[in-house]
T-cell receptor, first 109, second 115 residues
Framework: RKEVEQDPGPFNVPEGATVAFNCTYS??????FFWYRQDCRKEPKLLMS???SGNEDGRFTAQLNRASQYISLLIRDSKLSDSATYLC??????????FGKGTKLSVKP | DVKVTQSSRYLVKRTGEKVFLECVQD?????MFWYRQDPGLGLRLIYF???????EKGDIPEGYSVSREKKERFSLILESASTNQTSMYLC??????????????FGNGTRLTVT
């Protein structure tokens, strides 16, 4: 089983849509979880951390389900500028972070 | 704001050359990382370091070495570049202890082409 798995997409959605990305991780001892955003030919940038109780930042909501080893990201009222690749990240066993391969989102007018 | 600076945005090198990729961070972070990113393979960890002069192998260390002589600088070395090392190389840093898994801050990447 891959350490962090995501649906690669692409997700093609109209502006204003709500879109959800899911991710599973294999290390049951992971303590840290993040979502990163990566624009084409740019470096990944931290979008938000994911907390056990779930957390929200404007139009973005992240959820963690430890029992199922599952992380999600919900984007409401999507904008054209949300078009990017979203990387799911979980803490690894060596103290490093393990990145998923990313889910590509394309928001269309 | 954390700044991670990679010395070159684009590099073209010949097979067999020794290549140095430099990375500097300005936030006094303990931990520094080198990844490569390839289409369909995602980000793969090459080496990381949690202190000066310390280094740990990541998932794909073969063909690479690293140097961390100063806290702010982490260098990736390709001893003898090969065409399969053509890739985007990303340096990152993070604060707190290594086991705290604090978020990474990335440099803007070096796109290396080996011909």
């Amino acid at each position: 089983r891959k350490e962090v798995e995501q649906d690669p997409g692409p997700f093609n959605v109209p502006e204003g849509a709500t879109v959800a990305f899911n991710c599973t991780y294999s290390n049951s001892a992971s303590q840290s979880f993040f979502w990163y955003r990566q624009d084409c030919r740019k470096e990944p940038k931290l979008l938000m951390s994911v907390y056990s109780s779930g957390n929200e930042d404007g139009r973005f909501t992240a959820q963690l389900n430890r029992a199922s080893q599952y992380i999600s990201l919900l984007i409401r009222d999507s904008k054209l500028s949300d078009s990017a690749t979203y990387l799911c990240v979980a803490g690894g066993s060596q103290g490093n972070l393990i990145f998923g391969k990313g889910t590509k989102l394309s928001v269309k007018p | 704001d954390v700044k991670v600076t990679q010395s070159s945005r684009y590099l073209v090198k010949r097979t067999g050359e020794k290549v140095f990729l430099e990375c500097v961070q300005d936030m006094d972070h303990e931990n520094m990382f080198w990844y490569r990113q390839d289409p369909g393979l995602g980000l793969r960890l090459i080496y990381f370091s949690y202190d000066v002069k310390m280094k740990e192998k990541g998932d794909i260390p073969e063909g690479y070495s690293v140097s961390r002589e100063k806290k702010e600088r982490f260098s990736l070395i390709l001893e003898s570049a090969s065409t399969n090392q053509t890739s985007m190389y990303l340096c990152a840093s993070s604060g707190l202890g290594i086991l705290n898994n604090s978020p990474l801050h990335f440099g803007n990447g070096t796109r290396l082409t080996v011909t």
